[in-house]
């Protein structure tokens, strides 16, 4: 494995899927969340789970820059199609939550379309940055 390139994808994963975690979650959906507050921490507590927060989006690159790493051997492209296998597993998770939870339908698919996008383009930056290396044989 190359440690320099693993790195490096694994930071610019990490960059991104907080970055679009933000954006998506924080900001688009902001209003879809607040139809159930019950669910959620006020913003006033949320700042000191903000540290977990982190650890997530740090868990979440660094084993989807691991699965890429391993087991995508074509670059952006099969790097991508991983990310979105992890999206529909995740998607999995979401309907168990939904069906456990008094969270709305848009809220589910709402979560349902962020990860097929996030874990799309991750492991297309993954991929790209992770690329084999294509060697002469000289």
């Known amino acids: 494995m190359n440690w320099k390139k693993f790195f490096i994808a694994f930071i610019a994963a990490f960059v991104f899927m907080f ?21 959620w921490r006020t913003e006033a507590d949320f700042g000191n789970y903000f540290p977990w927060l982190i650890l997530g989006h740090v868990v979440m690159a660094f084993f989807l820059t691991m699965l890429c790493a391993r087991y995508s051997s074509g670059g952006a492209g099969c790097s991508a199609c991983l990310g979105l296998l992890v999206a529909l597993v995740y998607a999995g998770n979401d309907f168990i939550t939904y069906a456990v939870q008094p969270i ?4 589910l698919c709402g979560w349902i ?7 799309a383009i991750a ?5 790209a940055i992770y690329k084999p290396s294509t060697s002469s044989g000289v």
Do not use: Q, R, S
């Not at 709305?104 to 809220?107: A, N």
């Not at 492991?123 to 991929?127: L, V």
């Open 19 to 39: 970055a679009f975690g933000f954006i998506w979650y924080g900001k688009l959906l902001h209003g879809v969340h607040n139809e159930v507050p019950v669910l």
């Open 104 to 107: 709305t339908t848009k809220i």
């Open 113 to 119: 379309a962020g990860d097929l996008l996030m874990f």
């Open 123 to 127: 492991g297309a930056i993954i991929g």
